[in-house]
């Protein structure tokens, strides 16, 4: 059925309501319930309608427009792609960009999308079905960037936590010292227990002796792993860099000479942020290239804005280990 000939009249006959009640539950208005918006979002999609503010949009003369959505001004890993991204815009300067703040990714910012008449969304934010149901409903496109995503209709670049894991593993396994005392520091984070799973699961299948300890930072005191670190647990994996240094902010206000102390300790983080951001302090890190990060997602935006209908992409980066000079 063609795109023009769809109308809301024709969606509420397929489903036996009113136009009235199409309109609203498309705009996603309150006096609609969640039922019945899902019911007209699903047919509308199934016949193919377009709403008028999207095929306005669509006029050649206007660049191509994506929207950059962030939660967090701190977070110095999706901070430095975010950089390497925007820097590849402005070499290139093919489409337009903006940049939206938003705690969460709901219809609300797809709705900002709507009104920015962006054609694209680049996001590291999780998202409900229903989020991605009323994006394509609007004809913007999503690409997921950092972690897998299970959608297998949206194109989706991701990092190697599974190699990185593993070579974080190794590295803290091969230093013999005669410690087989291994700590997993992270947060409450699907990320961060995967990332422990892989972890654990390769020391134990290299040194069966291993003694694994797991912390958690959102729900733990700092004095809980002061007590790991002096009961022998001296070789930490943090679930990435960030975390990594907060935590010895917080170590060595909470015991001064904390590294004094403790002379033998080895770290390794994920991210390797020191190589990108100036002033951080050089640590052991599972190194992830943010420049070819940022241009692989750059190919994959650019080839969704070309092509359409072209196959969905799923680019998984490789990672390396950093070692602190």
């Known amino acids: 059925m063609s795109l023009k000939n769809v109308s ?33 979002r699903k047919k509308a999609i199934e016949l193919g309608y377009m709403p008028n503010h999207v095929a306005q949009k669509m006029r050649k003369d206007e660049e191509p427009l994506v929207a950059i959505v962030i939660d967090s001004l701190s977070n110095l ?48 934010m999780h998202f409900d079905e229903d989020v991605y149901e009323f994006a394509k409903l609007n004809d913007i496109r999503i690409i997921f960037v950092g972690s897998r995503l299970n959608n297998t209709e949206i194109d989706n670049v991701s990092i190697d936590n599974f190699a990185g894991c593993v070579l974080a593993a190794r590295h803290l396994e091969s230093i013999k010292d005669g410690n087989d005392k291994y700590l997993y520091v992270g947060i409450d984070y699907f990320l961060s227990a995967h990332r422990y799973s892989i972890f654990k699961t390769e020391l134990k299948q290299t040194n069966k002796d291993a003694l694994i300890a797991k912390f958690n930072s959102d729900r733990e005191s700092i004095s809980v792993l002061y007590s790991y670190v002096k009961e022998g647990y001296r070789k930490i994996f943090f679930y990435n860099d960030m975390l990594g240094y907060e935590i010895f902010d917080q170590l060595e206000k909470y015991a001064p000479d904390f590294r004094k102390d403790f002379p033998d300790l080895r770290i390794v983080g994920f991210d390797g942020l020191s190589t990108y951001v100036c002033g951080l302090e050089d640590i052991d890190s599972i190194e992830i290239d943010f420049s070819k990060f940022a241009e692989s997602t750059y190919d994959i935006m650019k080839n969704r804005i070309e092509q359409p209908k072209s196959e969905t992409q799923n680019v998984v980066l490789p990672v390396s280990l950093h070692l602190k000079k």
């Not at 397929?14 to 019911?39: C, G, P, Q, Y």
């Not at 390497?84 to 938003?102: G, R, S």
């Open 77 to 124: 890993y999706f901070n430095t792609f975010i950089n390497e991204l925007v820097n590849l815009f402005q070499q290139k300067d093919e489409y337009d960009f903006l940049l939206l703040y938003a705690k969460t990714l709901n219809t609300n910012v797809i709705k900002q999308c709507i009104l920015q008449r962006a054609d694209l969304l680049i996001t590291h």
């Open 8 to 40: 809301l009249k024709q969606i509420a006959s397929e489903l036996n309501i009113s136009v009235n009640t199409v309109s609203h539950a498309l705009r996603d208005f309150s006096d609609i319930s969640d039922e019945t918006k899902a019911k007209v």
